[in-house]
């Protein structure tokens, strides 16, 4: 069953134009691993983050550093938690995450589908 849905859209231009403004955001946003990555791919990053966040309700209290965005060796992207969203998802019976991410003409885009059980 679906527990929860998040989309969300980052402009990359102005994503990069406020990392440049607010150096620490990316200290704030991102793992060590997430920082290493374009700007385009952080982007897509955060619109991953923003998705996860309102697929799990938008709750307050969750860590940015409590969801990590991953890759496969064949680039798959999933989402790894701990901390806080860990926490969250276990709250909501969370069994699987789905993660799609895309950035193209300027946008990024991310979406994230929570499956699980009910209680």
Known sequence: MIVGVGIDVVDVRRFAETLERTPGLAVRVF???ERARSVASQAARFAAKEALAKALGAPQGLLWHDAEV???????PWLEVRGTVKARCEHLNVETMHLSLSHDAG???AIVILEGTTR
């Not at 991953?70 to 798959?76: E, H, K, W």
């Open 31 to 33: 793992t060590p691993a």
């Open 107 to 109: 946008v990024a885009s």
């Open 70 to 76: 991953v890759s496969d060796a064949d680039g798959r």
